[in-house]
């Protein structure tokens, strides 16, 4: 299993700070297309440890999450 979450990487302003799917460097895209490309038998679970916005919870931010990873795989 992978446990996914999106970051920044260490020479970027702010470095080494987890942000909204798609925000940060994590290479979700990649990872994703080559599980799916090997049809390997892995699940894919979301790290919600991104500041939750004002207004929003954890289900809609998770549900994002989830809606972005979905985008690339369709």
């Known amino acids: 299993m992978i446990h996914m979450k999106d ?14 799917f798609g925000k940060g460097e994590t290479p979700i895209k990649d990872i994703l297309l080559l599980i799916k490309k090997e049809k390997w038998p892995i699940d894919v679970f979301v790290e919600l440890e991104y500041n939750i916005p004002e207004g929003s919870d954890p289900v809609k931010e998770v549900t994002k999450c989830i809606e972005y990873m979905r985008g690339i795989l369709e």
């Open 7 to 20: 970051k920044t990487g260490p020479k970027s302003d702010p470095p080494a700070t987890n942000m909204p």
